[in-house]
Structure formats: structure tokens, C-alpha cells
């Protein structure tokens, strides 16, 4: 009988894992970065890494906003700048407004209930770490 052997998972890879949770809620960080007003891309850029700690390459955001535009969610327009180049600035439709909410309140259940599944791992944690400053305290005195 011939057994499957599963890949490998490199346990000692947190990285890894954040950087598909961050790279599965980017659309959703690109759409919420518009809903007051437009802006060009490294305006969005610079808002993601202030209001979020998602720090991005223009490689990284562009793609993810020419797909939005072609889904209908932004619309984008080229606009001189006094000093400089062009700036394509990028806008939420209509669309675009209505998939953000349904992705903020996708988002809020699904991080609410992870939150309460965690709740009693990082209580816990808080617990051995007040448990164990207690600890070496007391043998610091002695």
C-alpha cells in the first residue's frame, strides 16, 4: 500500500505564516485606505505602513489595485502635479464601497472569534510571565 507523505511544514516559520495572513487581507487594506478619499499609489503606500504597519512595495500594491479597478471597485484618474509627474489617483466606486463593508464585517467575526479562541492562550502566557518575574525576583533577594 503506497502512503502520501505530506510536505515538510517549517514549524519554525512564523514570518511565513504572517505574510500570507497580511498578503490575504491586502485588497481589503488597499479598499480601506480609500474610503475617505482618493489617493495615488505611494499616498497608499505611506497610509497603509502609518495606519496599519503594512509595509509594502510599489510592486506589491499596484497589481493589487489595476485588479480592483478591473473588478469595478476603484476607478482611477491621471492628474497633473505642479511639480513633478502625472499621479494616477485611485477612488472607491460604488462597488468598491459596498465590498469593503462586506469585507469589514467578514473580517470583525472572523477576528472576534479568533480573539476569544486566543483569549485563554495569551492569558495564560501573561500568567507564567507574571509567574515567572515573581519567581526570579524572590531569588534576586535572597
Known sequence: MMRLRANPVDVDSPGRWEAQLRKG???MAALASLWSGRLYGLEIIRFLESHSRLVLAEGTIYPILNRLKAEGMLTSDWVEAE??????YY????QGRQRLL???GAWTNFAGG???LLEPVLFRQAQDQSSTGVTETKELSR
Open 25 to 27: 487581507a491586502l485588497e
Open 114 to 116: 479568533l480573539s476569544q
Open 91 to 94: 477612488a472607491l466606486t460604488d
Open 83 to 88: 511639480a513633478g509627474h502625472p499621479r494616477k
Open 102 to 104: 462586506q469585507m469589514a
